[in-house]
């Protein structure tokens, strides 16, 4: 009897180690990896929602920077290459805020002023977008009395912020040069520099030849001198259609000269600027300068 009793119980004890035992033991070695495998992929990749984690996310610790080397700043002006650059610091070509500067490693702000060869230069890429100018858009950055800007046409153009060089008034149409080229625009808008700007003009009458002679001779206006660099009447059009090309950037000068000598302007239209015309350039649509375009504005 205990011998069949130990023999039941050995059996009994042999069957289940085998079945039930070998079972849980698998279990509990299972869980074990995949425990670990969970702590281990826990500290790999941290849980992106935790507020601790998101704090320290690269992304949200990324600034702008506020300084950059004087030679990465020339360079991306477009001048030269940073050796370049570098080579040009050594030997005094480039000043900031006025001092010269051979220090290499020099950092300067963005805002800094940033002269070479004593012209300023931006880190900036410099662009240059021409303009075929509709009515009723005014050339301004802005508008306080939310009226339509030029800025509201050449918004897509580019990502750098450009501005308008000169500026046509609300009712005359046509080529509008905009870049953040600020000594290309100091250029083209400064009367010495005799920047040919060629205007269609229609009037409410006919000009009297009389008037169209004095006008192409020296006359004064609000005190002032103004010199007309040619004026004729347009071929093969009615004798109110008037060719006018002048230099002076006053305000309104094209509308005043005619009203001077009683005459209205009822449509005015830029037909070239500094050589550049509207070929190819419907009204209302712009175009990034031609390499050869830009060789020639930097010329003047």
């Known amino acids: 009897m205990a011998i069949r009793k130990n023999s039941s119980r050995g059996r009994h004890a042999s069957s289940s180690s085998r079945t039930p035992e070998k079972s849980n033991s698998n279990r509990k070695q299972d869980s074990k990896p995949t425990y670990k495998k969970k702590s281990s992929f826990s500290k790999t990749k941290p849980n992106p929602y935790r507020k601790d984690i998101r704090k320290d996310s690269p992304k949200q610790r990324i600034e702008e920077p506020t300084e950059i080397r004087l030679n990465k700043f020339i360079s991306n002006s477009g001048i030269c290459s940073r050796r370049e650059a570098d080579t040009y610091i050594r030997s005094g070509s480039a000043t900031v805020n006025g001092k010269v500067i051979t220090e290499m ?16 230069i931006s880190p900036e890429a410099k662009k240059y977008v021409l303009l075929n100018k509709p009515k009723n858009f005014i050339t301004t950055m802005d508008d306080e009395r939310g009226r339509k800007t030029v800025m509201d046409l050449v918004g897509g153009a580019t990502k ?3 501005y308008p060089v000169g500026r046509l008034d609300r009712n005359t149409t046509g080529l509008l040069l905009f870049t953040n080229d600020g000594e290309m625009a100091k250029k083209l808008t400064h009367p010495k520099h005799n920047v040919r700007k060629l205007y269609h003009t229609s009037l409410d ?8 002679q004095k006008i192409s001779e020296n006359f004064v206006l609000d005190g002032k001198m103004v010199f007309v660099d040619a004026i ?12 006018i090309e002048i230099h002076s950037g ?36 712009w175009r990034h300068l031609t390499q050869q375009e830009i060789n020639n504005l930097k010329m003047l």
């Not at 009458?205 to 169209?212: R, S, T």
């Not at 004729?232 to 060719?243: A, D, P, R, V, W």
Request: hydrophobic residues 35%.
């Open 205 to 212: 009458k006919k000009l009297a030849m009389k008037d169209l």
């Open 232 to 243: 004729s009447y347009i071929e093969n059009q009615s004798k109110t259609e008037i060719g």
């Open 160 to 162: 750098e912020r450009i």
């Open 105 to 120: 490693g020099y950092k300067v702000k963005l805002d800094d002023e940033v002269r070479f060869d004593g012209s300023l």
């Open 250 to 285: 006053r305000n309104r000068i094209v509308r005043k000269i005619f009203e001077h000598f009683g005459y209205t302007v009822v449509k005015l239209d830029r037909v070239i600027f500094s050589g550049l015309t509207k070929k190819n350039l419907s009204r209302g649509h």
